[in-house]
């Protein structure tokens, strides 16, 4: 248990469907990552949120939708996904943006595409 | 480009040997992280060391870091079936966020 709580574990959708994932964690941090994670890749970063505003949007497509209602709580909106976006995606929290301590991360959602 | 690169990609040992995992990186450093993900799980921080640190042991963990070589090293002693994982170096440089490697898949048969 690290005090990151991802929701759901696994998800499968189709391409026209509208889905969210949540992330939630009790540690208190200021910062808060979504990473993706797909087989034989390095973990890429997604989008980074500090003090609920983002900070950093990786060229990811706009079909990924983030939202950040509070410093706990982050969320990632899905809609008209793509097969290749098949993969794990992983919430993580830090201190602070810039940390240069560690990240905690939760435990992720599979996602499939169909 | 990707700043660290973990090698070998995949290791396999026979439980009770040490295992060891390398990391390289091509800038300077503020610190390396060295990270383990069991299959489908998220990823566990296991040690960081600083740039102006060499060595650190945590149990069964010992990190090296030699920055005029720009690579670190991860040695498990007395592995276990249990630490059958992928290991990820990460490395933070000034301004710059936490940078992950591909991983090492390491497998302890028992």
């Known amino acids: 248990e690290t005090g990151v709580t991802q929701t759901p574990r696994h998800l499968v959708m189709g391409m026209t469907n509208k889905k969210s994932l949540k992330c939630e964690q009790h540690?208190?941090?200021?910062?808060m990552y979504w990473y993706k994670q797909s087989a034989k890749k390095p973990l890429e970063l997604m989008f980074v949120?500090?003090?609920?505003?983002?900070?950093e949007n990786n060229s990811v497509p706009s079909r990924f939708s983030p939202e950040c209602p509070n410093s706990s709580h982050l969320f990632l909106h899905l809609h008209t996904l793509q097969p290749e976006d098949s993969a794990l995606y992983l919430c993580?929290?830090?201190?602070?943006?810039?940390?240069?301590?560690?990240?905690?991360f939760g435990e992720g959602s599979r996602l499939t595409v169909l | 480009s990707q700043q660290g690169e973990e090698d070998p990609q995949a290791l396999s040992i026979q439980e009770g040997e040490n295992a060891t995992m390398n990391c390289s990186y091509k800038t300077s450093i503020n610190n390396l992280q060295w990270y383990r993900q069991n299959s489908g799980r998220g990823l566990v921080h296991l040690i960081l060391i600083r740039s102006n640190e060499r060595e650190k042991h945590s149990g069964r963990l010992r990190v090296t870091l030699d920055t005029s070589k720009k690579s670190s090293s991860l040695l498990i002693t007395a592995s276990r079936a249990a630490d059958t994982a992928s290991y990820f170096c990460a490395t933070k440089t000034s301004g710059s966020r936490l940078t992950f490697g591909e991983g090492t898949q390491l497998t302890v048969n028992p």
């Open positions: 993580a929290s830090s201190q602070g943006d810039y940390y240069t301590g560690e990240l905690f």
């Open positions: 540690l208190g941090h200021n910062a």
């Open positions: 949120y500090s003090l609920e505003e983002r900070v």
